[in-house]
C-alpha cells in the first residue's frame, strides 16, 4: 500500500494532482517541448524526433566551433542541433537564472545526420544496458585529449577512468554513468559461451579507421566512433550494425583468457577485490562520511553556482535520505521570482531525473537537520500551510530542501528476464497495494512463455546498478512490491530508474571462494597451516579447508563454501601479521580450462609497477584493458605465485614478465619452485625490460628498456616470437659462522642456494652493485629514472677508481677440477649471456681456438676478468673486452675473506668458504622477439590503449 505523505512536511509541490508513474528513462520520442537557457549554444527551437532511443533534440544558434558527434565533421553554419538529454514528455519552462546547470547529454548534430543517430541518450543509456557490471576507477588524474562520457564535455580537470574498460568521467558524472563494464568472468548469473561485441563510444585515436567504410572514425575534438574493448575493432556507430554481433577477441583472441572459461562467485567482493587493484579513497555521491560539505557531490573543478546577485538565490538540494544524512548535496540557482514547478524542474534537472515534476515534490530541510539523523525527516512540525503552498513568487525560501515523491495508488513496473533465452527484453506490468513478488512472478512469466513450467522455481530479483557496484537482493515471495518502490524513493529518488527487477529461476547454487594467503612462515606441513591460521584468523573448520599447500613460499589456497566467512577471512587478513609479517589476501577464481578453445595459449602477465620509471603501474592498466584483468598480475601483491596457481590447470600458457633482469629471475626461480604443480611445466617467457640494464632483454630483442610502444604491439611480438632455450645455473654457497648480538654466541648460517641466469660477479662489480643498492635502499623515492639510475652508476664508480684490493690473491678457482691461474684483476665475472654491464660485451668477438663460440644453451660458462673501474668504463664503451680465463660448467671459487658477490644485480658481502656454479638446474624455455619486417607504406598501426597518462600525485 502506498505511504501516506508525511504529516507536518513543509512542501514545495508541482502544479497539478499526482498521476500514475511511469518507467523510469522511458521517453516519449518527438513531443515538443519549450527551450530552456543555459550556458553554451542558445536554444532557438523546437524538439525534433531522432531515430536514437532517448533523445530530444532541439535546433540551437551555435556561438562557438562546433563539430557532430556522430560524423565528427565539422558543423558550417550558426545552427546545430543538440540534445538536452531529457525526456521530452517533460513540457519544460524557462528558469530565470537557472541555465548554469548543463544538460546531461550534449549531443551535438548536423541536420542531415538526425535520422542517422544510433547512440541513446544518455539520460536513459543505463536503463538499455544488456547485463550490468560495475566498473572499477582508480584514483583521480589528468587525461589529455578525452571526453567524458555522460556529458561528452572534455575531461580538462582531474577525473576518473575505469582500470578494466575505456571509460573516462567527470567526478561528478560517476553516478550518472551506465554499469556497462566489459563482463570478465561466469558468475553463477549468466552463462554465455558467446561474447558479443561491447562498443564503447569515443576516445578513439584521431587517425582511426572505420572497419566498415576504412574511413577515419576517430576525433580528437568530439566524443564520436566506437570500439569493441574485446577484439578493438573500431567502427562509426552507424557502421558498426553492419558487422557480425559476435565478437571473436581478435588478432590476441589466442593470447585472451576468455570470460566463458572463467569462473568467480563474487557475491561479497567488489570488482577492485576481484580483479586485484588496490583501492583508492574515491568519493561518490551518496558514497561518502557524514559530515561532507557537499563538494564532492559537485566534483572537482566543474561549476559551482554561487552568486551575489540580490535577484537570485542558491539552494542546496538533497536526493532523499540518504543524501541527507551524508550531507551530500548538489547545488541549483534560481531566480527568487521563479515559480514552484520551475524549481521543482530545476530540482529534478540537477539530479537527471526525467520523470514527470508532478509526481514529486520539495521538502523543507532546517539547518539542525543537516547534522542530524534522516530519520527525523517529517517531525519537524512545519505544516503545509507554512510552505508557502501555490505558484506565485516567494518572499522567503530555506536554504536547503529535500526531493520527495508523492504517494502513488500503483505505478508500471518493468519486469525483465533473469537470464531466460526469450525474445522480449522486458515486459511492463502494473503494480497496486496488493501486489506482491511472488503476484509478478505468476503474472509476468506466461508473457515470457512459461506458462507450463513449475512457477515455484522462479523468483524475483531487485539489481541496483551501481555505477561502482552492482547489487542484487532476492526479494521474499510476500514482499509488498508498492511498499519496496516507496522506500526505494524515500532514500534515493533516483535510485529508482538504477534499479531492476528480474524474473530467474532459483538455482541451488554452493558458496565457493578460494583465497590465496601469502606472507605465512614456510617450510610447514598443511595440518601446521591449518593450525596457524585457525589461531591467527579463527577460521571455522566446517566451512574454510587449506586446499593448495606452497612450503618453500610459505602461502596456501583456502576454499571457502561460506560467502560471508571468505569475506571476513578476506578483510582480516589484510591486517593481520604472522611472526612479525603482515598476511597477503587475494581473491582467485576459478579457471575452466576443459573449455579453453583447442588454439588457445593464454598470456599469463606480471608487471612490477615500481620498474620502469614507474611506467609499470601504466602498463599494468594497458593489459587489463587489452587482455582479460583476471590474467594480469601486479608482482607487489603476491609475487608471482598467485598467476602459476591459477594458471595451473591450463595445459599451454605463456608469460610475459616487464620489469628488470631482477624481476625476471624473481618470476623463474617461482616457475621452477612450482614447476611440478603445473599442467603446462616449461611454459615460454617473453620480457618486456623495464630495469636498468635489462642485459637478458637485450640478447632476446627486446631492447634496451620501455619507452612508451603500443602496448598492442607488445602482445602482437609476444604472440609472434620464437621460443628459445637458455641455461639456469646453481650457485650453493657454504655455510658459515655468525656472531649473535646475544651473548656473543656463535651460531651457524645455513648453506644457501641461489639461481643466476645472466652472470655471477666477484669482486670489483659486485662492489659498484652494492653501493648502488645501498644509495637506493637509503632514498628509494630518487630511483625513478633509468638515466638517473645510470648516473648514480658512473658516481660510485668514480669514488672506487683508484681502488686495488689484488681480487686473484684473495680467491682461488677451480674449472672442471682443474686449478686456474688468475692473472692481476680486480673482478671475476661468470657470464651466461652476451650482455653485461647494460649491453656490453664482456666477451668480446674475436675467434679464439681455446674456446667454443658462447650461446645462451650451450651448458657453458664464459670467466671473464676486469682489472678496475677504467676496464669496466673501456669494456661498456666498447674500446676492450674482458680478459677470457676459462669456459666450462663445473666451477669451485674459494674466497679467503669476505669478499662482494653479486648475481644478476642482487649484491651481498659473502663471508669466506666456498662457492660452487654448476648447470644443475634445467633450461628454460623465453621467447626471443623475431626480427621486424620492413613496415609497408601507409599501413595502419592498430592503436586499442594509448600511453596511458600517470594519475596526478594529489589532485585533491
Given at each position: 500500500m502506498a505511504a501516506a505523505a508525511e504529516p507536518g512536511a513543509r512542501t514545495w509541490p508541482g502544479s497539478g494532482s499526482p498521476r500514475l508513474g511511469s518507467p523510469a528513462g522511458s521517453p516519449v520520442l518527438g513531443i515538443s517541448g519549450r527551450a530552456r537557457p543555459g550556458s553554451g549554444p542558445e536554444r532557438t527551437g523546437r524538439a525534433i524526433g531522432s531515430a536514437a532511443p532517448g533523445h530530444s533534440f532541439r535546433k540551437v544558434t551555435l556561438t562557438k566551433p562546433t563539430f557532430c558527434h556522430l560524423c565528427s565533421d565539422f558543423i558550417w553554419g550558426l545552427a546545430g542541433f543538440l540534445c538536452d538529454g531529457e525526456s521530452p514528455s517533460r513540457v519544460l519552462r524557462p528558469l530565470p537564472g537557472a541555465g548554469a546547470l548543463l544538460p546531461v547529454c550534449n549531443f551535438m548534430s548536423h541536420e542531415k545526420c538526425l535520422k542517422q543517430v544510433k547512440t541513446p541518450c544518455t539520460g536513459i543509456a543505463p536503463s538499455l544496458v544488456r547485463v550490468p557490471v560495475a566498473h572499477c576507477f582508480g584514483s583521480l588524474g589528468l587525461y589529455k585529449r578525452k571526453f567524458c562520457v555522460v556529458c561528452r564535455k572534455s575531461l580538462e580537470v582531474p577525473s576518473f577512468r575505469c582500470e578494466v574498460c575505456e571509460l573516462h568521467v567527470h567526478p561528478d558524472c560517476v553516478p550518472f554513468a551506465c554499469s556497462d563494464c566489459r563482463q570478465c568472468h561466469q558468475d553463477g548469473q549468466q552463462d554465455y559461451d558467446t561474447y558479443h561485441h561491447h562498443w564503447r563510444e569515443g576516445n578513439l585515436p584521431s587517425g582511426a579507421r572505420c572497419e566498415v567504410c576504412r574511413k577515419?572514425?576517430?576525433?580528437?575534438?568530439?566524443?564520436?566512433?566506437?570500439?569493441?574493448?574485446?577484439?578493438?575493432?573500431?567502427?562509426?556507430?552507424?557502421?558498426?550494425?553492419?558487422?557480425?554481433?559476435?565478437?571473436?577477441?581478435?588478432?590476441?583472441?589466442?593470447?585472451?583468457?576468455?570470460?566463458?572459461?572463467?569462473?568467480?562467485?563474487?557475491?561479497?567482493?567488489?570488482?577492485?577485490?576481484?580483479?586485484?587493484?588496490?583501492?583508492?579513497?574515491?568519493?561518490?555521491?551518496?558514497?561518502?562520511?557524514?559530515?561532507?560539505?557537499?563538494?564532492?557531490?559537485?566534483?572537482?573543478?566543474?561549476?559551482?553556482?554561487?552568486t551575489s546577485d540580490s535577484t537570485k538565490q542558491t539552494l542546496k538540494?538533497?536526493?532523499?535520505?540518504?543524501?541527507?544524512?551524508?550531507?551530500?548535496?548538489?547545488?541549483?540557482?534560481?531566480?527568487?521570482?521563479?515559480r514552484n514547478e520551475e524549481v521543482m524542474e530545476a530540482a529534478l534537472r540537477a539530479y537527471y531525473i526525467s520523470e514527470?515534476?508532478?509526481?514529486?515534490?520539495?521538502?523543507?530541510?532546517?539547518?539542525?537537520?543537516?547534522?542530524?539523523?534522516?530519520q527525523a525527516l517529517g517531525k519537524t512540525g512545519i505544516t503545509e500551510e507554512e510552505a508557502g503552498k501555490g505558484s506565485g513568487p516567494r518572499d522567503s525560501v530555506p536554504e536547503a530542501w529535500v526531493i520527495r515523491s508523492l504517494p502513488r495508488t500503483q505505478e508500471i513496473l518493468k519486469i525483465y528476464p533473469g537470464w531466460l533465452k526469450v525474445g522480449v527484453a522486458y515486459v511492463s506490468i502494473r503494480v497496486n497495494s496488493q501486489s506482491t513478488a511472488r503476484s509478478v512472478v505468476q503474472e509476468v512469466l506466461p508473457l515470457f512463455g512459461r506458462q507450463v513450467e513449475d512457477q515455484e522455481r522462479f523468483q524475483l530479483i531487485e539489481v541496483l546498478m551501481s555505477s561502482r557496484q552492482v547489487q542484487r537482493t532476492v526479494l521474499v515471495d510476500e514482499e509488498p512490491l508498492l511498499d519496496r518502490l516507496w522506500d526505494i524513493r524515500q532514500t534515493?529518488?533516483?535510485?529508482?530508474?538504477?534499479?531492476?527487477?528480474?524474473?530467474?529461476?532459483?538455482?541451488?547454487?554452493?558458496?565457493?571462494?578460494?583465497?590465496?594467503?601469502?606472507?605465512?612462515?614456510?617450510?610447514?606441513?598443511?595440518?601446521?597451516?591449518?593450525?596457524?591460521?585457525?589461531?591467527?584468523?579463527?577460521?571455522?573448520?566446517?566451512?574454510?579447508?587449506?586446499?593448495?599447500?606452497?612450503?618453500?613460499?610459505?602461502?596456501?589456497?583456502?576454499?571457502?563454501?561460506?560467502?560471508?566467512?571468505?569475506?571476513?577471512l578476506y578483510m582480516l587478513a589484510r591486517d593481520t601479521a604472522v611472526h612479525g609479517r603482515p598476511l597477503t589476501a587475494l581473491v582467485l577464481p576459478d579457471v575452466l580450462h576443459t573449455k579453453l578453445p583447442p588454439d588457445c595459449c593464454p598470456l599469463l602477465v606480471f608487471v612490477n609497477p615500481k620498474s620502469g620509471g614507474l611506467k609499470g603501474r601504466e602498463l599494468l592498466c594497458s593489459f587489463r584493458k587489452l587482455l582479460n584483468p583476471h590474467q594480469v598480475f601486479e608482482l607487489t601483491n603476491g609475487g608471482p605465485l598467485p598467476g602459476f596457481h591459477l594458471f595451473s590447470q591450463v595445459p599451454c600458457f605463456r608469460v610475459l614478465v616487464c620489469g628488470g633482469d631482477g624481476t625476471v629471475g624473481w618470476v623463474l626461480a617461482a616457475l621452477e619452485e612450482t614447476r611440478r604443480h603445473l599442467a603446462c611445466p616449461e611454459p615460454s617467457v617473453a620480457i618486456l625490460p623495464?630495469?636498468?640494464?635489462?642485459?637478458?632483454?637485450?640478447?632476446?630483442?627486446?631492447?634496451?628498456?620501455?619507452?612508451?610502444?603500443?602496448?598492442?604491439?607488445?602482445?602482437?611480438?609476444?604472440?609472434?616470437?620464437?621460443?628459445?632455450?637458455?641455461?639456469?645455473?646453481?650457485?650453493?654457497?657454504?655455510?658459515?659462522?655468525?656472531?649473535?648480538t646475544e651473548n656473543n654466541v656463535v651460531e651457524t648460517e645455513p648453506p644457501k642456494i641461489v639461481q643466476m641466469n645472466n652472470y655471477c660477479g666477484i669482486g670489483i662489480d659486485a662492489e659498484l652493485s652494492l653501493d648502488f643498492h645501498q644509495a637506493r635502499e637509503e632514498e628509494p623515492g630518487k630511483f625513478t629514472s633509468r638515466f638517473h639510475n645510470k648516473g648514480v652508476y658512473v658516481r660510485v664508480g668514480l669514488q672506487k677508481i683508484s681502488h686495488s684490493r689484488s681480487l686473484h690473491?684473495?680467491?682461488r678457482l677451480q674449472v672442471e677440477q682443474q686449478e686456474v691461474e688468475l692473472p692481476n684483476i680486480e673482478g671475476l665475472i661468470f657470464i651466461n649471456i652476451p650482455s653485461w654491464g647494460s649491453g656490453a660485451d664482456l666477451w668480446g668477438t674475436d675467434s679464439?681456438?681455446?674456446?667454443?663460440?658462447?650461446?645462451?644453451?650451450?651448458?657453458?660458462?664464459?670467466?671473464?676478468?676486469?682489472?678496475?673501474?677504467?676496464?669496466?668504463?673501456?669494456?661498456?664503451?666498447?674500446?676492450?673486452?674482458?680478459?677470457?680465463?676459462?669456459?666450462?660448467?663445473?666451477?669451485?671459487?674459494?674466497?679467503?675473506?669476505?669478499?662482494?658477490?653479486?648475481?644478476?644485480?642482487?649484491?651481498?658481502?659473502?663471508?669466506?668458504?666456498?662457492?660452487?656454479?654448476?648447470?644443475?638446474?634445467?633450461?628454460?624455455?623465453?621467447?626471443r622477439k623475431a626480427k621486424q619486417k620492413p613496415r609497408k607504406a601507409g599501413a595502419i598501426r592498430d592503436?586499442?590503449?594509448?600511453?596511458?597518462?600517470?594519475p596526478e600525485g594529489n589532485p585533491l
Open positions: 577515419t572514425c576517430g576525433s580528437s575534438d568530439v566524443l564520436a566512433g566506437v570500439r569493441c574493448e574485446w577484439c578493438g575493432v573500431q567502427a562509426h556507430s552507424v557502421c558498426s550494425t553492419a558487422l557480425t554481433p559476435e565478437c571473436t577477441f581478435g588478432r590476441l583472441r589466442s593470447m585472451v583468457l576468455p570470460p566463458s572459461c572463467v569462473r568467480l562467485l563474487s557475491r561479497n567482493f567488489s570488482k577492485m577485490h576481484c580483479f586485484r587493484i588496490p583501492e583508492t579513497m574515491i568519493l561518490e555521491l551518496g558514497d561518502g562520511d557524514d559530515g561532507l560539505d557537499g563538494s564532492a557531490a559537485i566534483g572537482t573543478g566543474r561549476e559551482v553556482l554561487t538540494i538533497f536526493d532523499g535520505n540518504d543524501s541527507v544524512r551524508k550531507n551530500q548535496f548538489r547545488l541549483v540557482t534560481v531566480s527568487r521570482l521563479a514527470d515534476p508532478k509526481d514529486f515534490q520539495l521538502q523543507a530541510l532546517p539547518l539542525t537537520l543537516l547534522s542530524g539523523n534522516a534515493s529518488v533516483r535510485q529508482v530508474s538504477q534499479t531492476r527487477f528480474y524474473v530467474a529461476e532459483t538455482r541451488a547454487m554452493a558458496p565457493h571462494v578460494s583465497l590465496f594467503v601469502g606472507g605465512l612462515p614456510p617450510g610447514l606441513s598443511p595440518q601446521e597451516y591449518n593450525n596457524l591460521l585457525h589461531e591467527a584468523m579463527a577460521t571455522k573448520a566446517a566451512v574454510v579447508s587449506v586446499s593448495h599447500v606452497y612450503s618453500l613460499q610459505g602461502a596456501v589456497i583456502l576454499d571457502v563454501t561460506c560467502f560471508a566467512e571468505a569475506e571476513r623495464l630495469g636498468t640494464g635489462n642485459d637478458l632483454g637485450r640478447v632476446l630483442r627486446w631492447g634496451a628498456g620501455y619507452s612508451g610502444e603500443d602496448p598492442y604491439s607488445v602482445l602482437v611480438s609476444v604472440d609472434e616470437a620464437d621460443a628459445v632455450l637458455m641455461d639456469r645455473w646453481t650457485i650453493l654457497l657454504d655455510a658459515h659462522e655468525i656472531n649473535s690473491k684473495e680467491i679464439d681456438s681455446r674456446f667454443e663460440k658462447p650461446r645462451i644453451d650451450d651448458g657453458l660458462l664464459e670467466v671473464v676478468g676486469v682489472t678496475g673501474v677504467v676496464h669496466m668504463g673501456q669494456v661498456q664503451g666498447g674500446l676492450r673486452s674482458g680478459i677470457r680465463i676459462a669456459q666450462g660448467s663445473y666451477f669451485r671459487v674459494t674466497l679467503l675473506k669476505a669478499t662482494p658477490v653479486q648475481v644478476d644485480g642482487e649484491p651481498w658481502v659473502q663471508a669466506p668458504g666456498h662457492m660452487i656454479i654448476s648447470a644443475t638446474a634445467p633450461k628454460v624455455h623465453m621467447l592503436t586499442r590503449v594509448d600511453t596511458l597518462p600517470a
